[in-house]
C-alpha cells in the first residue's frame, strides 16, 4: 500500500519520538548502572536506535541531516534557514522522506 506524503510524515515522527525515548531511557539506564535489572528493555530499545541509525547511514548525506534535525533530534526548529531557501528545504525534505522511509523498508 502506497502511503502519502503526509502519512510518512506522521509515521516518521511517531519513530522520532520513540527514537528519542529509547535514547533517554538507554542513557539513563546507563548512567544509573540499572541495565542488568532492565536488560530486555536496554536490549530492545538498543537495537531499535542501532537499526534507525543503520538505515540513516544508507541514505544520503542529505537526507541523514535532514532527517537527523528535523524527526529524530528536533532541537531547532529554525536550523534550515542558513543553509535553504524556503522551496528548496521543503523539496529536500519531502525526498529525504521518502529516501529514508524506502530505506527501513516501511
Known sequence: MKRTYEEEKQVLKFIGETY???K??????????????NRK????DRNLLSRIDRCLLDCSK???LIIRREYLEMRDPG???????KSTFYR???????????????
Open 62 to 64: 542529505e537526507t541523514q
Open 24 to 37: 533517554r531511557r538507554t542513557a539513563l539506564m546507563e548512567g544509573e548502572n540499572c541495565v542488568a535489572e
Open 79 to 85: 536550523w534550515w534557514q542558513d543553509r535553504y531557501a
Open 41 to 44: 528493555i536496554y536490549d530492545n
Open 20 to 22: 528519542r525515548l529509547a
Open 92 to 106: 529536500q525534505k519531502k525526498t529525504s522522506v521518502q529516501e529514508f522511509m524506502h530505506c527501513l523498508d516501511f
